[in-house]
């Protein structure tokens, strides 16, 4: 049977405000595919786990609607609605063991033993806690009991598992590993994940898509690449990895000017002369000798980050320059910089994201023409 092609979520307009009058969120709207897996990304305060406690249905908007496949679910109550929560503590029951944790909710959906325990197994088979079921709680490691609470939520088979920054207590190496795991289920499940973070890094290596939010409001949504590569403004492009920010002016399409040159770029639809923001990635620079380079900077501090040296220097305008190189420089020397027209992005001040999809559309055409 073919899947209806109805997102799975749909915020129209969506605002909430609590009862001191504080707006968490303001107006949002979007949509959620099945199938696929979802971040919510932003600082702490900007309204991603508030997006979360209105999907589980612990909370109701204050104006707009949402809907599940095509239903509106506004007054819906959490118990009713298709939805299982991952939290950020696991909430699992100290008193019980593995197996009871994962077989709560089909115990109090009356379930038979026998149809309970096939389904605990399975779930337990899918995160790999196979012989664990009579170990209690308190024997098991951060990441066991994360895959606890992943069970607990899939056994009940729900259409949308929420995860509400699931990985945050755990270490460095673990997180890493519970990236990778959390991933491959999803696939294998097939249904829809949606995960709360404020780590960027986790969100790029994790995500099908991105929503980017600040301040009760989505910023940016799209593909890891398409967020990383082309930020649509300054919190977007400082938020998502590390950036050179710089004052430019947009001569004409496909010449940008800044540092007091004027360059090569791959972003046109702005007005002749039009001031703008202009992004080039650390990594996008490479160290070469001072006349080589399309800018010249003076090293100012240099530290080594394991993998690449990062490096920072200023440009005869006063532009700051932060470069990621496996090349190691001096302090106080001279470098050339150079970059190709593809690592320039150009950002307007202002611009919607659907002014901004639309521009990126119309240049990508004539650009096959």
């Given at each position: 049977m073919a899947q209806s092609s109805e997102p799975i979520i749909r915020f129209e307009g969506v605002t909430k405000r609590f009862d001191d009058d504080t707006t968490v969120l303001n107006g949002v709207s979007f949509e959620i595919e099945r199938g696929k897996f979802y971040t919510l990304l932003g600082p702490s305060g900007c309204g991603k786990t508030t997006i979360l406690r209105l999907i589980a249905g612990f909370i109701q908007p204050t104006e707009g609607n949402i809907y599940f496949n095509g239903k509106l679910i506004n007054d819906i109550p959490a118990n009713k609605r298709q939805v299982n929560t991952v939290f950020q503590d696991y909430a699992l029951f100290p008193h019980l063991n593995v197996f009871e944790n994962v077989a709560f909710g089909l115990r109090i959906k009356k379930m038979k033993n026998d149809a309970v325990k096939q389904k605990v197994t399975e779930a337990l088979r899918f995160v790999n806690l196979e012989g664990y079921e009579t170990r209690g709680i308190h024997e098991m490691s951060g990441g066991q009991r994360q895959r606890v609470a992943i069970a607990r939520a899939i056994v009940n088979e729900p259409e949308i598992i929420l995860l509400d920054e699931p990985l945050s207590a755990l270490d460095l190496k673990l997180r890493t590993e519970m990236q990778y795991e959390l991933r491959e289920l999803q696939r294998r499940l097939g249904i829809t994940f949606i995960f709360v973070t404020h780590d960027q890094e986790e969100a790029l290596a994790m995500s099908d898509e991105i929503f980017v939010l600040n301040e009760g409001s989505i910023q940016q949504s799209g593909t890891p690449t398409d967020i990383y590569d082309a930020p649509i403004n300054r919190f977007v492009a400082d938020f998502i990895g590390e950036s050179n920010i710089v004052p430019g002016r947009m001569k004409e399409d496909y010449l940008v000017e800044f540092a007091g040159r004027s360059f090569e770029c791959v972003d046109g639809g702005l007005?002749?002369?039009?001031?703008?923001?202009?992004?080039?990635?650390?990594?996008?620079?490479?160290?070469?000798?001072?006349?080589?380079?399309?800018?010249?900077?003076?090293?100012?501090?240099?530290?080594?980050?394991?993998?690449?040296?990062?490096?920072?220097?200023?440009?005869?305008?006063?532009?700051?320059?932060?470069?990621?190189?496996?090349?190691?420089?001096?302090?106080?020397?001279?470098?050339?910089?150079?970059?190709?027209?593809?690592?320039?992005?150009?950002?307007?001040?202002?611009?919607?994201?659907?002014?901004?999809?639309?521009?990126?559309?119309?240049y990508e055409e004539v650009g096959d023409e």
């Open positions: 007005l002749p002369d039009e001031p703008v923001e202009v992004v080039i990635r650390p990594e996008d620079l490479e160290i070469t000798a001072p006349e080589l380079g399309k800018l010249q900077v003076r090293v100012d501090t240099q530290l080594f980050r394991g993998v690449h040296y990062e490096i920072s220097g200023y440009d005869d305008a006063g532009n700051e320059w932060l470069v990621h190189s496996t090349r190691k420089a001096v302090v106080g020397e001279r470098i050339g910089l150079a970059f190709d027209p593809e690592a320039i992005h150009v950002m307007r001040f202002g611009e919607t994201e659907e002014e901004f999809d639309k521009r990126l559309e119309e």
